[in-house]
């Protein structure tokens, strides 16, 4: 099949497409690089050994977009692209959602016009809130804390009614849970502008030298050593749930959505340890104050994805620790 991939540039966006392409699919990106660099789809065709056709293209842009569906005869379309920061998100969240929603909403006006009616959409276990009804499943009530969490919210709102309107529609909204690691070549990962604010990056960076030390956001939530649980999940398995996603799209599924986890949750000094134990290395940690708007706990019930998408997650906290740290090693300033 002909994918076109939106944010294919970005971190889960270029494993999907070392999935799509080792699949036999044909891909073409379109991203506006706004956090990515061109770098990791050279690095997806040294992967691969297939080529990929990329235009930096912003989907604010309708008009290029519409050329571009005009220019190429598309099977299906996952959608990545979208600004991921709950924090930039809360300091501004008019970019949050004219780049999030308005982009989509052009984006699927656009797969009206030309008739391509099959979509695979990244939502966000954000969506659950701050619930503590674990593990999570699909039917949990929804609720966002933040912008980022609205837009996610809003656009699969946006996508129901469409698809109420049009039976002709497919979607699937995949909601990730934590993604962590990166290929096991080394050559692409997660390339994060800045300061990480995300927890395997972060001490990859401390292992590096790069940053003093990791603060742990908090001791006293309700967990087993009083540190956060979260579900992570290895981008490899997530980009392997989105060619399950584009198979189950054969079947006319209508709208669904589905969880994807491992189903396990970790604490942050779980992850701390077996990041150390895995590469042999101290990561020197400070406990300081709970970060405002973590959770204590989630992670969710993978039954649904595994008995529809026939999708489970095979990678374990081993794998996240070093196939980050391989990344961070290898490429100590990401793509520059
Ligand atoms: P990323 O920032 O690495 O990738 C997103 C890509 O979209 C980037 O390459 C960026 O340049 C591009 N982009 C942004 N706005 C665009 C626009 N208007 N036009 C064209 N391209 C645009 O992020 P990621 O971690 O790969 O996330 C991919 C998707 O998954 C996002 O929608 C994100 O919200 C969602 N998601 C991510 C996580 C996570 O923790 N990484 C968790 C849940 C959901
Ligand atoms: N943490 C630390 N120190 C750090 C960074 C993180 O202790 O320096 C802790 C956090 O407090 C949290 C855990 O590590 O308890 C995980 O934090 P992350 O920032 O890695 O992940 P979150 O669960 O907060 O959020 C991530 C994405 C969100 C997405 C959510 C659910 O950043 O965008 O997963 O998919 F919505």
Redesign the pocket.
Same mark, same amino acid.
Not at 57 to 60: T, V
Not at 80 to 84: D, H, I, Q, R, Y
């Given at each position: 099949m002909r994918i076109l991939v =939106?944010?294919g +540039?970005? &971190?889960?966006?270029s494993h999907a497409c070392v999935e799509l392409l080792e699949s036999g699919h044909e891909v073409i990106v379109? #991203? /506006?690089? $706004?956090? $990515?660099k061109e770098m990791s789809l050279s690095r997806v065709k040294e992967i691969t050994g297939h080529d990929i056709k990329f235009y930096t293209? #912003?989907?604010?842009d309708k008009v290029k977009l519409n050329q571009l569906f005009s220019d190429h005869s598309i099977d299906s379309v996952i959608h990545? +692209?979208?600004?991921?920061s709950v924090a930039e998100s809360i300091v501004n969240p008019l970019a949050y959602y004219r /780049?999030n929603v308005s982009?989509s909403v052009n984006l699927f006006d656009v797969m009206t016009k030309h008739n391509v009616k099959n979509l695979v959409f990244? $939502? $966000? +276990? =954000?969506v659950y809130g701050l619930t503590d009804s674990l593990p999570l499943k699909e039917n949990c009530p929804l609720s966002a804390e933040n912008p980022y969490g609205r837009t996610?919210i809003m656009i699969e709102e946006i996508l129901r009614d469409l698809h109420d309107s049009d039976n002709a529609w497919n979607i699937i909204s995949l909601r &990730?849970f /934590?993604?962590v690691g990166a290929h096991a070549s080394g050559r692409i990962g997660?390339d994060p502008s800045g300061i990480p604010n /995300?927890l395997l990056p972060y001490i990859s960076q401390v292992a590096i030298g790069k940053l003093k030390q990791l603060t742990v956001y908090g001791n006293d939530y309700a967990t087993h050593d009083g540190t956060c649980i979260r579900d992570y999940v290895h981008v490899v398995d997530l980009a392997k749930g989105h060619i399950s996603a584009i198979e189950k799209l054969d079947s006319h599924p209508g709208l669904v959505i589905y969880n994807l986890g491992t189903g396990n949750g970790y604490s942050v000094m779980d992850m701390l340890g077996s990041f150390e134990r895995a590469n042999n290395i101290a990561i020197p940690y400070t406990i300081g104050p709970r970060r405002p708007g973590d959770i204590d706990a989630s992670y969710t019930d993978p039954g649904l994805a595994m008995s529809e998408l026939g999708w489970q997650a095979n990678l374990g906290i081993e794998d996240f620790c070093r196939d980050a740290w391989r990344w961070q090693q290898d490429n100590p300033n990401g793509y520059e």
């Open positions: =939106t944010g +540039a970005g &971190y889960i966006g379109i #991203d /506006n690089l $706004s956090n $990515s293209l #912003d989907l604010l990545f +692209a979208g600004l991921k /780049n982009g990244s $939502s $966000s +276990a =954000t996610k &990730y /934590n993604p997660e /995300n």
